[in-house]
């Protein structure tokens, strides 16, 4: 098929970036044309909480990026939309986080379907937003209107999904790992590259840092007997999108300031290896998820997980096998990161991550999306 992916890719930095730009790779494997359109100006400058949207490094290569959409000028969706609606693919398929984007995206969806040919999906990260807002259902729902079909990663997602449209062809598909992150390397070598101590045994929180990540409460657990008592130190890999305050608070309040790592900035692709390659294990304390990217790296990197039982992040990383789901509230992050160290063998979990891991394939995606393609043809 004549595929395009509408959404973050290069320069744009993030995960939903790098899984477009992985998507792109499997189609061109398989052998369909397929491109990124991505942005011109995905978010003013003004309601961007981060230091920078771009990262450094080259694009990837093969891959036919434009940058085209301009999230605020209706004027670019009007020429975006009319420019897709006559090169006519197959396929468009377009990325779904945040209802600030709905009137762009929507409306560009709208006028590339028009040409009575173009099949128009969209793989959702979430339905409804982590922090919501006013406005925010009435602008999803103007944007699911414009769609063909919905792809979605978790039960939980679909769910949200259904409050707006019962009737939209709908397939899950869990998020494919993040293959591209390049291979681990030793616990030495990541050792050296990060300037750690390698008599000491580590946790990791990756990712940007919101209210609803729970950081504080993976702060808290850290202050916990059963946990201070191990020595372990926690990594803190990852940018500050609101204020950093509350969270030195709390690392002063404890007295923890010895047993955290910080490196409070966007981990840049090829970093992301060493701080995983590092770690012993992978705290994701959330309040509230769909599901992850810092999951299926962890995956990649066969590291075992500590997740909180919200959204989908249980159907992703089966307690027990992969590591632990618990409910996010520090006392039970804590037991289960004094079990992890105190069992004695951290290899425990291997056979389970090797194992899951085979579920979340490239190509589970790509026959996902053609079997959702062929579904909304019969939708007609």
């Known amino acids: 098929m004549r595929i395009v992916i509408c959404g973050p890719a290069h320069p744009y930095r993030g995960g939903i970036a790098a899984y477009n730009e992985r998507l792109a790779q499997q189609l061109l494997q398989e052998g369909d044309a397929a491109a990124i359109y991505t942005f011109k100006l995905q978010y003013p ?44 693919p197959d396929l468009l398929i377009m990325r779904y986080w945040l209802p600030f984007l709905a009137p762009s995206l929507g409306f560009i969806a709208r006028i590339v379907r028009s040409n009575g040919y173009t099949r128009v999906i969209t793989i959702f990260d979430n339905v409804i937003p982590h922090e919501k ?36 062809p709908c397939i899950i598909s869990p998020h494919p790992l993040f293959d591209n992150y390049s291979e681990p390397v030793t616990r030495a070598e990541a050792i050296v590259r990060l300037s750690l101590c390698p008599a000491e045994k580590f946790i990791l929180f990756f990712g940007f840092i919101r209210e609803y990540k729970g950081l504080d409460l993976l702060l808290e657990a850290m202050a916990a007997p059963a946990v201070r008592d191990l020595g372990i130190k926690l990594i803190i890999a990852g940018e500050f999108y609101e204020d950093e305050k509350p969270y030195f608070d ?37 309040r509230s998820a769909t599901q992850s990217g810092v999951t299926q790296v962890a995956y990649h990197f066969n590291k075992p997980m500590i997740v909180t039982n919200v959204g989908g992040l249980a159907e992703i990383v089966p307690h027990g096998k992969c590591g632990y789901v618990v409910e996010p509230e520090p006392g039970a992050i804590a037991e289960a990161i004094s079990d992890f160290f105190r069992g004695g063998d951290e290899e425990r979990f291997r056979a389970g991550l090797e194992e899951q891991k085979k579920l979340y394939s490239w190509d589970k995606l790509t026959e996902a999306l053609r079997v959702l393609t062929r579904e909304t043809q019969r939708h007609r």
Do not use: C
């Open 45 to 88: 400058r003004l309601l961007f909480p981060g230091k920078t949207q771009f990262e450094d490094g080259y694009a990837p290569e093969g891959i036919t990026i434009t940058r085209a959409i301009n999230s605020v000028n209706p004027l670019n969706w009007f020429r975006t939309g009319l420019r897709l609606r006559r090169t006519r």
């Open 250 to 286: 709390i690392i002063h309040k404890h007295n923890l300031g010895s047993r955290i790592i910080l490196h409070s900035h966007f981990i840049n692709r090829e970093e992301v290896r060493y701080y995983f390659s590092a770690a012993s294990l992978v705290v994701q304390p959330y």
């Open 133 to 168: 807002r006013a406005g925010d259902r009435m602008l999803t729902k103007f944007f699911i209107n414009s769609i063909h079909g919905a792809l979605v990663m978790t039960r939980a997602v679909e769910a949200d999904l259904r409050q707006f449209s019962k009737k939209i």
